[in-house]
């Protein structure tokens, strides 16, 4: 067994306990600390609570045999002291409105300490962060979001600078600098957080609240989970997020990220609910995390056309493994707002259930030169109940003018300022069993055309009861079942050795590319 510490703060761990598994383990592990039994586990990252600041621990892990299968030794991190909410009034109890106490903790917090929030239901609005602190969330402790609207702050979108030469950007909708209300947790240029523990964050949305009429704009936009705008170094462990009023988690121009071990979950009809949502982010780390939600689980973006143009600003240098994606939209998405584009992708060692995408790619003409999405690549991924495993849409319609002719015609148009592009995508060692709609779907520019995409060791087994549904949200594109590879638009196609049973019509249709080697 390879055992790999991830991340730790003063009282927790979180390892990868890899023994070829895909987010679960081959067996169950028993784990000990310094030769005392703490706990058992079956999926790859665990993580561990309960442990003493500055402190030496041999982790070392057994199957139910008894048999070591392998050991790591960590020492905890340095803490100063701990600021209990309780003791600066906070009830938790449900009812009162803890924000207020909460947050004299956390900005009273110095550095390399806790702010340590019990057991209990505290009521919150927007809670702000600090640099240079720990948040804990113990075990049965809940922040529970208020609900009425407008007692959250609201973050304006814009404000002009006092020369009126530049400007000051807080809120965001969409990937436009838009008024929106702060989030249930927000970092505002902060750096060098962590937010930890077994506890609960509830957004307490529902559709007789935030989910109802969810485009309008009442107020401000609606608010995150946990919102960190230009914020470094922040990483997140264990935290289960739920009912989340829009995106659960927006990193936005932020750097140097880790979300570990969390739960993400939102019912499947709740709208915008995305997962998490790196937006012109850099160096992001998702790992160990379940994911069940009304939209896309991970979503990638970098804003829409003013944003993207004015700051060019690429989400780039993401990881995510060992992740468990379900119930959404998409597994990992790339756009639609990605004007300021995607670079370096690694998806790897996860596994997508139930979701109606694994990638899904979503562009359009008007996005902008700044637009590219490369080195995006998908390996050891499992797939079960996907209705369309593999997507790529330069047609997306889901936009005020998204159906316009010039939006939607496959004609090919001039290259300009406002064309996106489409270049490298690598899927390795992919098995997608049950699938429903079409093996892949890609639908490049005529005029900018996909620049290669590779498939190797890839099987693709279709559902006998497949539902026919449509493959990508594109004008003119039919709803289908057990549609093979379709790929348009495309100058290089590489297969080697992909399989495919079950599908109905051709095996291959390829228009309009360049190149084809089948290896």
């Not at 058992?40 to 008894?66: C, Q």
């Not at 602190?133 to 529970?144: D, H, P, Q, R, S």
């Not at 780039?316 to 756009?335: F, K, P, S």
Request: proline fraction near 4%; include cysteine; aromatic fraction near 10%.
């Amino acid at each position: 067994m390879d055992i790999r510490m991830i991340m730790k703060t003063a009282r927790s761990v979180s390892v990868e306990l890899y023994d070829g598994g895909i987010y679960y383990t081959k067996k169950k592990y028993d784990i000990f600390l310094n030769g005392e039994k703490w706990q058992n586990t079956d999926t790859v990252v665990t993580t561990l609570y309960g442990l003493k600041p500055d402190s030496r621990y041999k982790i070392t892990v057994a199957g139910e045999d008894g048999r070591e299968e392998g050991s790591l030794n960590i020492t905890t991190e340095y803490e100063f002291v701990t600021l209990n909410v309780r003791d600066f009034g906070a009830k938790g109890d449900g009812v009162s409105d803890d924000t207020s106490f909460i947050q004299a903790a956390i900005s009273s917090c110095p550095r390399d300490s806790r702010v340590l929030i019990p057991r209990g239901t505290y009521k919150v609005t927007s809670l702000f962060l600090k640099s240079d602190i720990n948040i804990e969330l113990a075990k049965g402790a809940v922040l529970k979001a208020d609900t009425e609207r407008f007692h959250f702050p609201i973050l304006p979108g814009l404000i002009e600078s006092y020369d009126e030469m530049d400007e000051y950007n807080l809120g965001s909708w969409e990937g436009n600098p838009l008024d929106m209300f702060a989030g249930i947790i927000s970092g505002i240029e902060v750096s060098n957080v962590k937010i930890y523990g077994q506890g609960t964050v509830d957004g307490s949305a529902d559709f007789d609240n935030w989910w109802k009429n969810e485009k309008d704009m009442v107020g401000a936009f609606r608010p995150r989970m946990l919102y960190l705008n230009h914020c470094d170094n922040i990483k997140v462990q264990g935290i289960f997020f739920h009912n989340s009023p829009a995106w659960t988690i927006h990193p936005y121009f932020s750097s140097n990220l880790v979300f570990c071990s969390l739960k993400v979950e939102n019912p499947a009809q709740s709208p915008n609910t995305n997962g998490i949502v790196p937006d012109s982010s850099e160096y992001v780390e998702i790992c160990g995390t379940r994911f069940s939600s009304g939209d896309d689980c991970v979503a990638v973006k970098s804003g829409k056309i003013y944003m993207g143009r004015k700051y060019k600003t690429p989400c780039r240098e993401l990881h995510i493994y060992q992740c468990l994606m379900e119930n959404g939209h998409g597994a990992v998405t790339i756009g639609s707002e990605m004007a300021g584009g995607v670079i370096d992708l690694l998806v790897e060692k996860c596994r997508f259930n139930n979701t109606d995408r694994g990638l899904r790619i979503k562009t359009r003409r008007g996005r902008g030169k700044d637009a590219v999405v490369d080195q995006i690549t998908f390996r050891d991924i499992e797939m079960d109940q996907v209705l369309a495993p593999f997507t790529a849409n330069a047609f997306y319609y889901c936009d005020p003018d998204g159906k316009t002719e010039f939006v939607q015609s496959r004609e090919s148009r001039p290259v300009n300022e406002g064309t996106p592009e489409l270049k490298t995508f690598c899927f390795e060692n992919i098995t997608a069993n049950n699938c429903h709609v079409s093996a892949t779907y890609f639908e490049g520019l005529p005029e900018r055309k996909i620049e290669q995409v590779t498939m190797r060791n890839i099987t693709v087994n279709f559902a006998e009861d497949a539902k026919c549904d449509l493959p990508i949200m594109s004008e003119g594109v039919e709803p289908c079942s057990k549609k093979g590879v379709f790929m348009k638009n495309v100058a290089h196609l590489i297969f080697d050795n992909v399989k495919m049973f079950g599908h109905e019509g051709e095996v291959m249709e390829t228009p309009d590319v360049d190149r084809v080697d089948l290896i």
